[in-house]
């Protein structure tokens, strides 16, 4: 089992920033990739970045890219977000999930086996 629980979200102005983390425990020695999504009221998880184990590899939502950059801390089992030029459609929860097949990186949420409870993240414009 792996425990994934996100923090840093918050309420913030259109433009702004905000660093997510998401932190893992449990059997942490296990090598995943890790994924983060997003979810607004009735709307499906959105993809938004995808990140290898080793960090080598990285893979971005249209969306996101040139805003957000995905990169992880395998020493303290943290990964982070950092988000950049927030719009206010970039408004959702945002969940971490973890990937236990460490082989190609993947956008679909069935692929991971693991998920935070998710922090809120809201701009405003």
């Known amino acids: 089992q792996v425990q994934l629980a996100e923090s840093g979200g918050g309420l913030v102005q259109a433009g702004g920033s905000l660093r997510l983390s998401c932190a893992a425990s449990?059997?942490?020695?296990?090598?995943?990739?890790m994924g983060w999504f997003r979810q607004v009221p009735g709307k499906e998880r959105e993809f938004v970045a995808a990140n290898s184990w080793s960090g080598s590899s990285t893979y971005y939502a249209d969306s996101v890219k040139g805003r957000f950059t995905l990169s992880r801390d395998n020493i303290k089992n943290t990964v982070y977000l950092q988000m950049n030029s927030l719009k206010p459609e970039d408004t959702a929860v945002y969940y971490c999930?973890?990937?236990?097949?460490?082989?190609?990186?993947?956008?679909?949420?069935?692929?991971?086996?693991?998920w935070g409870q998710g922090t809120q993240v809201t701009v405003s414009s």
């Open positions: 449990g059997r942490t020695s296990d090598r995943y990739n």
């Open positions: 999930a973890a990937d236990l097949k460490v082989y190609g990186l993947y956008s679909s949420a069935e692929e991971y086996d693991y």
